[in-house]
């Protein structure tokens, strides 16, 4: 079993539709959550970070974590086709060297 | 702000070559970390770099080494080329206090025939 799992997709949806995009894990001592965005043969671009649980909103991105299910989200208000990308959700303990990331989930945002 | 930069963008090597990729952090960064991505793959962590030595290493053989220079720029030495090593290798750059929160270049697209 991985230690982060990621729905590969791909997830297509109209231009305005809100997207979830989850990933769950095993690893109880993950304290740090990142979602990064990845365009076509382009390297991962950072979108937010959340330290432990909680929400984080920026812009018409929000992060959720819960800890007790072991389960993060990100959620895309009024998805535009330029939101079209993989996205990557990457996870690890407090301070460490790693990061450990999902496969990636393909979104699709079609006008 | 200058970004993460990495070079070259794209190489070709046979099977058994020697490679090496090049990578500046981002200003004021001085933790590096290395990753490689297969396709359709999330990225694997190869190892990290603080103080220009190696401050932590994933699943990968000895095969794969790096370097640090006091300007914090890196590289990625992979000895003895195989055909798997075929990937994006993408460098990361951190501050050593938080290190979780990585920065990451273009990458490299490495091709083993």
């Known amino acids: 079993q991985k230690e982060v799992e990621q729905d590969p997709g791909p997830l297509s949806v109209p231009e305005g539709a809100i997207v979830s995009l989850n990933c769950t894990y095993s690893n109880s001592a993950f304290q740090y959550f990142m979602w990064y965005r990845q365009y076509s043969r382009k390297g991962p671009e950072l979108l937010m970070y959340t330290y432990s649980s909680g929400n984080k909103e920026d812009g018409r991105f929000t992060a959720q974590v819960d800890k007790s299910s072991k389960y993060i989200s990100l959620f895309i208000r009024d998805s535009q086709p330029s939101d079209s990308a993989t996205y990557l959700c990457?996870?690890?303990?407090?301070?460490?060297?790693?990061?450990?990331f999902g496969t990636g989930t393909r979104l699709q945002v079609f006008p | 702000e200058t970004g993460v930069t990495q070079s070259p963008t794209h190489l070709i090597k046979t099977r058994g070559q020697q490679v090496t990729l090049r990578c500046s952090s981002q200003?004021?960064?001085?933790?590096v970390s290395w990753y490689q991505q297969a396709l359709g793959q999330g990225p694997q962590f190869i190892f990290q770099y603080y103080r220009e030595e190696e401050n932590g290493r994933g699943n990968f053989p000895p095969r794969f080494s790096g370097l640090q220079f006091p300007n914090y720029s890196s590289e990625l030495n992979v000895n003895a080329l195989e055909l798997d090593d075929s990937a994006l290798y993408l460098c990361?750059?951190?501050?050593?206090?938080?290190?979780?929160?990585?920065?990451f270049g273009a990458g490299t697209r490495l091709s083993v025939l």
């Open positions: 200003s004021g960064h001085n933790t």
């Open positions: 990361a750059s951190s501050l050593q206090g938080a290190k979780n929160i990585q920065y």
């Open positions: 990457a996870m690890s303990a407090y301070n460490t060297d790693k990061l450990i």
